[in-house]
């Protein structure tokens, strides 16, 4: 079953060169109109199914934030139509409809009454929401005290007290700890099993592969790349930091105890053994590692390595240009 379906959607915002241009042009005092028009979202068109986890990425400014207000109904798009079939929850803006003055239950009382849920509704789930949320007596205090991650544990439990037919999260979850956020993408998980539909936008492409089978590349108010998150995480990364084109990757035998060949600039990174194929390198290209060695117990390229024993790791990284103050990641100093 068809969830969420965007045909052909745009969305623009009119710029007045100042106020008094807006009051004539609302006053209707002009046969011509006396603005501009922005484009934040052109032409976009994609359908999403049930129980189907789908990541939204993008550069700042690319129109994802206003694509997820589209699909809520915050704001209404400029041509196009959107359908959304079944129940909606939304994490947009951390903390977006809690009252700073009232506690955390009362918001919560207010946050179900929105979501269309009855009183009794609420206070039957008010238990589980409580337990999720996991914030003792803050519970009954008000929301203006709590931090930002307290906050993000209460919204995120009243949004998924009951199960939604379609959950939108946009960034909400970056700021809680590594055991709620676990927490929280286990239950989405246990969501999606039961056939919720999943929209989740981050600037962390790592829980886009996760946790999406597919992923949409906004750029410029415009689909990028719809494909698998694996694909379009690539290209993505591969936009921030410019494509690195493959080198030949010829084979060289292991020489010596070092087992690289220094003088070899040639790129035998993916032929060594251990190797994985379906990795992707991105970058670009002004550093790159060309090739590696792991020695552990006397052995090259060991299939397996067994603890505290001593490991040594050396790599070869060919400069196209000069750089300063170098740093290696996950570098140790016997290596």
Not at 27 to 50: A, C, P
Not at 164 to 175: F, G, K, N, T, Y
Not at 264 to 281: I, K, N, P, T
Not at 291 to 319: C, K, M, R, W
């Amino acid at each position: 079953m068809t969830r969420i379906e965007i045909r052909q959607v745009g969305k623009a915002y009119k710029y007045y060169a100042s106020k008094w241009l807006r009051l004539v042009e609302k006053m209707g005092l002009l046969s011509v109109e006396r603005h501009s028009k922005k484009w934040v979202l052109k032409d976009i068109s994609f359908t999403i199914q049930s129980g189907e986890s789908v990541g939204v990425v993008g550069v700042n400014g690319a129109g994802k934030s206003t694509l997820l207000k589209l699909l809520i109904g915050t704001t209404k798009p400029t041509t196009g139509k959107i359908t959304l079939h079944g129940c909606v929850a939304a994490l947009l803006e951390l903390g977006i409809g809690f009252h700073p003055d009232f506690s955390g239950r009362q918001n919560v009382y207010m946050s179900g009454l929105m979501m269309g849920y009855s009183r009794e509704m609420i206070t039957s789930l008010m238990v589980d929401i409580e337990k999720f949320a996991d914030i003792g007596d803050y519970i009954d205090r008000p929301v203006r005290i709590y931090s930002s991650g307290m906050q993000m544990r209460l919204a995120f439990a009243v949004a998924t007290a009951s199960r939604p037919d379609i959950l939108i999260v946009d960034e909400a979850l970056s700021v809680g700890d590594s055991h709620f956020q676990a927490k929280c993408f286990a239950r989405i998980a246990d969501f999606k099993q039961q056939g919720t539909t999943l929209l989740l936008v981050s600037h962390n492409v790592s829980d886009i592969v996760k946790h999406c089978d597919r992923a949409i590349f906004l750029k410029n108010g415009a689909i990028e790349l719809d494909g698998t998150a694996r694909d379009v995480t690539n290209r993505y990364l591969d936009e921030l930091f410019g494509k690195q084109f493959d080198a030949a990757a010829d084979t060289a035998p292991v020489d010596g105890s070092l087992g690289l060949i220094l003088t070899d600039q040639r790129d035998l990174f993916s032929s060594r053994r251990g190797y994985r194929a379906e990795e992707y390198r991105w970058g670009q290209g002004s550093a790159k590692i060309i090739d590696f060695d792991i020695q552990a117990g006397g052995e090259h390229y060991p299939v397996a390595i067994d603890s505290n024993s001593q490991t040594d790791l050396h790599v070869n990284v060919l400069f196209e240009q000069d750089f300063d103050s170098v740093v290696p990641g996950n570098a140790d100093k016997k290596s």
